[in-house]
């Protein structure tokens, strides 16, 4: 599968030119997918999610929570384009854009402050950000 994984960029297998990975857009022959290259101007921003002990005891209302989450980021002037929940370190990982710093960590206090989530939220870059950076370099 890592060898097919590595030939297609998924593991579906098919061609990239063709490929609609995971529900994902197409990728195209630069292997980066078309919806997230260059379309928003908004700084983008990976959350890592892990419920608290009150979190996971009220796990039925998880996704209640994320529209909530959703909403209030939408409130900041922000988009959720991902949240994805997940097995293994962390409990969910949500893809937010914000219109700055300052408006996504008055989200992320907001929701922390609620006792279900904490986070650890990593600034992101998109390939057309990642070359502006290259750039500046000597």
């Not at 206090?109 to 998109?126: C, E, I, K, P, S």
């Amino acid at each position: 599968m890592a060898e097919r994984q590595a030939r297609t960029g998924c593991y579906s297998g098919r061609p990239r030119a063709r490929l609609t990975c995971g529900g994902h857009p197409r990728h195209d022959d630069s292997g980066f997918d078309d919806d997230y290259r260059g379309e928003s101007q908004l700084p983008t921003y990976v959350s890592l999610v892990n419920w608290t002990e009150h979190g996971i005891m009220n796990y039925r209302d998880t996704v209640d929570r994320a529209q909530a989450f959703a909403g209030l980021v939408e409130r900041s002037g922000g988009k959720v384009r991902e949240l994805l929940w997940t097995v293994g370190t962390y409990d969910l990982l949500a893809v937010s854009e914000f219109p700055d710093d300052e408006s996504g960590v008055a989200v992320l206090l907001q929701v922390g402050a609620g006792g279900d989530v904490r986070t650890t939220t990593l600034r992101a870059f998109n390939s057309e950000e990642m070359s502006g950076i290259i750039a500046r370099t000597p």
